[in-house]
């Protein structure tokens, strides 16, 4: 149960498009289609963003956007607004009913 | 309104134990797999453990065999039974809800403290 891989921090001005990695094998991010992101501001909970790779919850703006290419998961965040400066963090299932979690990258907005 | 609130955290000593609870309101049991995620102060999240709706429970491989998921229906409760605790358990535990037909966390409780030291 190994961490996904995610960079540690992410900048960009506002306005501008911010693409954040998830990095697994083909034992988690590559080997199923169960890939979801959150955003977590500075003490609160996380919050759902993204689920089943590419989907939106309700509510969250289409500024925010996922994709899959093999074992990489990506987020992007375009039109970069102050409140988007916060971590964020990509999960997967691993198989055997057990999920793991990206190391987080701090998003800053400049 | 869909909610989670946890309680049950504080200061416990290394080797010792502690009952975190979670009261659910507003979904089913029937669509919703109930998990625990812990985040170390400072530090990312990590995944738990899983309780699905026919009870049964995975865990992760650095707290399997010490804490314990199950819930009370009746009192639309979850639990994490943690025993054998030690410092690197200190961490915020959150309870999420994952509905059963997709795969994303999609409801949050606001997280409760524990806190292993002598």
């Known amino acids: 149960q190994s961490a996904l891989t995610q960079p540690p921090s992410a900048s960009g001005s506002p306005g501008q498009s911010v693409t954040i990695s998830c990095t697994g094998t083909?034992?988690?991010?590559?080997?199923?289609?169960?890939v979801s992101w959150y955003q977590q501001h500075p003490g609160k909970a996380p919050k759902l963003i993204i689920f089943?790779?590419?989907k939106r919850p309700s509510g969250v703006p289409d500024r925010f956007s996922a994709s899959k290419s093999g074992n990489t998961a990506s987020l992007t965040v375009s039109g970069l607004q102050a409140e988007d400066e916060a971590d964020y963090y990509c999960?997967?299932?691993?198989?055997?009913?057990?999920?793991?979690f990206g190391g987080g990258t701090k998003l800053t907005v400049l | 309104e869909m909610q989670l609130v946890e309680s049950g955290g504080g200061l416990v000593q290394p080797g010792g134990s502690l009952r975190l609870s979670c009261e659910v309101s507003?979904?089913?049991?029937?669509?919703?797999?109930l998990t625990w995620v812990r985040q170390p102060p400072g530090r990312g999240l990590e995944w738990v453990s899983v309780?699905?709706?026919?009870?049964?429970?995975y865990y992760a491989d650095s707290v399997k065999g010490r804490f314990t998921t199950s819930r009370d229906g009746s009192k639309n409760t979850l639990y994490l039974q943690m025993s054998s605790v030690r410092p690197d358990d200190t961490a915020i535990y959150y309870c999420?809800?994952?509905?059963?037909?997709?795969?994303?966390?999609?409801?949050w409780g606001q997280g409760t403290l524990v806190t292993v030291s002598a």
């Open positions: 999960n997967s299932y691993a198989g055997s009913d057990n999920l793991v």
């Open positions: 083909n034992r988690d991010v590559g080997g199923y289609d169960y």
């Open positions: 999420a809800r994952r509905p059963s037909t997709s795969w994303g966390l999609d409801y």
């Open positions: 309780i699905y709706r026919g009870g049964s429970t």
């Open positions: 089943d790779v590419d």
């Open positions: 507003g979904f089913t049991g029937s669509d919703s797999y």
